[in-house]
């Protein structure tokens, strides 16, 4: 394995595989499958954005007992929507966003509010598809064609984003949208190596490398992860 700071190609890809095998090793390898059809999928990750998971949810059972269908959700208006999500982050904008996807999906498929066309595309058409869309950027896009339809892509949320930059496998300055394509390019191109490697780094964000302060003491990366390297066993910071 190579040492902490060896960030050639060779050394982060070998650091990549030892990530996605210690993660594995400690919360499984998980086999893929849908969590849920892919316009709910979609809506949920729009309602998602700096939001709780529980949060979101909620939001989302509010919105359905309220209107009852796509349809219903579609022709209502703005306001009613917004009332319905209020609790989520950025209410206004996304009950807009909802909205505006729900009335372009109808209007592209002619009257149809299903998505499931997307897995007849390659990724590359879907991705363009998807975020040509008001509120879908990369993110909710590229978590939408691997969670429903098994492509080659790797989501990267706000967890990958930061545990992967404490591992030091991107750079301090590399943004969410651009470590999309540098992490994927570092793991073998496999949808369920993706899916693991996502599912796991999220739970791993969520449990062990919280943002406020990393619980180095119970995690399984402290021997491949520069922060631990250069913060905790030098003191800096
Ligand atoms: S060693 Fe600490 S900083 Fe590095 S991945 Fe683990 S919890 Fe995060």
Redesign the pocket.
């Known amino acids: 394995m190579a040492l902490p700071s060896d960030t050639s190609e060779a050394a982060l890809k070998a650091k990549a595989l030892g990530v996605n095998r210690r993660l594995e090793a400690a919360y499984g390898h998980k086999p893929w499958r849908p969590r849920r059809d892919a316009l709910r999928e979609l809506i949920s990750t729009i309602l998602s954005h700096r939001t709780k998971s529980a949060t979101e949810w909620a939001a989302m059972d509010r919105l359905w007992q309220k209107y009852g269908s796509w349809e219903g959700i579609r022709d209502a208006p703005v306001e009613g929507i917004v009332e319905a999500i209020y609790s989520v982050t950025w209410a206004e904008r996304k009950g807009l966003s909802i909205k505006r996807v729900l009335q372009i999906i109808s209007e592209r498929r002619t009257g149809e509010l299903n998505i499931d066309f997307l897995a007849d595309l390659p990724v590359e058409e879907g991705l363009e598809w998807l975020t040509s869309l008001p509120g879908v950027g990369i993110k909710t896009a590229s978590l939408v064609l691997l969670f429903n339809f098994h492509k080659t892509i790797l989501p990267v949320d706000t967890h990958l984003h930061r ?1 992967s930059m ?2 030091g496998l991107i750079g301090p300055k590399v943004t969410p949208e651009q470590a999309h394509e540098i992490l994927a390019h570092l793991l073998p191109p496999d949808p369920d190596i993706y899916w693991n490697y996502h599912v796991n780094m999220l739970q ?1 964000g969520r449990e ?2 919280i943002w406020s302060r ?3 003491e119970k ?1 399984v ?2 021997g491949i ?1 520069d ?2 390297h250069d913060v905790r066993l030098k003191g800096k910071g």
């Open positions: 545990v404490r591992l791993h062990i490398c990393p619980r180095c995690c990366l402290t992860c922060y631990y």
